[in-house]
């Protein structure tokens, strides 16, 4: 694909979805699916840095997805452990700052620790921003960011009239990275689960059947050409 010709969206935002049906379809346990899924998201974190792109963001565990098996959520956060310190490798060779949005401190303590020095190893890089979306959840997210901003406001008493869309953005765990251009979802649903809900509000969106840890190169670059194909809105009329 001719990716030279096309324009790059500066924000990709993924919902890397289907590592328990990969799983199923080659009959071995569920936690081997989200290791197959982990070697994607690798492979892809420096597909994406080499592009060129800005921002890419993943959401790989949601504020739901503790309700899952004590087996599959202790399977996830030992991935969680393991990847924590090749992500950081493989973003310091590829000029990537880390960065995790989500509820950290419901982590056990070395998770907080390996989120907190990922973040502080990776944060003088200058190319790609690679977000990470763990323990995360859009409401969740919006609820912290108001109980936030209420503090704030009655500490130094200032005039809730003043808050607007943008410095209430500032208070998201996303504060300073632009909203997504391109929502990509994997494995087929047509919903968002809990993603970046304020953030997502005029993405394009672009789901594939191809599960998650079958996605490569060539899959982004087929969401990149549809992206291209789309014509941008935001309500106006041109
Ligand atoms: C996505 O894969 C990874 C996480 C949500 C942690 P799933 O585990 O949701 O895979 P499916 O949806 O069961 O196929
Ligand atoms: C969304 O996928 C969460 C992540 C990809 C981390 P889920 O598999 O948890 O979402 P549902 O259950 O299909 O809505
Ligand atoms: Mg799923």
Not at 92 to 106: A, C, H, L, Q
Not at 166 to 189: K, N, W
Request: hydrophobic residues 35%.
């Amino acid at each position: 694909m001719d990716l030279e010709n096309m324009t790059l969206p500066r924000h990709v935002a993924v919902i890397l979805d289907g590592n328990g049906r990969w799983a199923a379809r080659h009959g071995v346990p569920r936690a081997m699916g989200h290791k197959a899924g982990c070697e994607t998201l690798e492979k892809i974190v420096e597909a994406v840095a080499r592009m060129g792109l800005e921002y890419f963001t993943v959401y790989g565990f949601s504020t739901e997805n503790w309700k899952r098996s004590e087996e599959e959520v202790g399977a996830l956060m030992n991935l969680l452990r393991y990847y924590m310190g090749r992500i950081v490798r493989t973003a310091n060779e590829n000029n990537v700052r880390v960065r995790m949005i989500g509820e950290k401190s419901r982590f056990e303590q070395d998770i907080i620790e390996g989120i907190d020095r990922m973040e502080e190893s990776t944060k003088n890089n200058t190319g790609l921003t690679f977000t990470v979306a763990i323990n995360y959840g859009g409401r969740d997210e919006i609820v912290r960011a108001v109980r936030r901003v209420v503090r704030d406001y009655r500490e130094n008493g200032l005039d809730v009239s003043n808050i607007t869309e943008a410095s209430f953005s500032e208070y998201l765990d996303t504060a300073g990275i632009p909203d997504p251009d391109l929502m990509i979802r994997t494995s087929g649903e047509l919903r968002l689960s809990n993603y970046l809900l304020w953030q997502l509000a005029y993405a394009e969106l672009y789901v594939t059947d191809c599960l998650w840890p079958d996605f490569n190169q060539e899959e982004l670059e087929k969401a990149i050409a549809a992206y291209n194909q789309r014509e941008r809105r935001f309500g106006g009329r041109k």
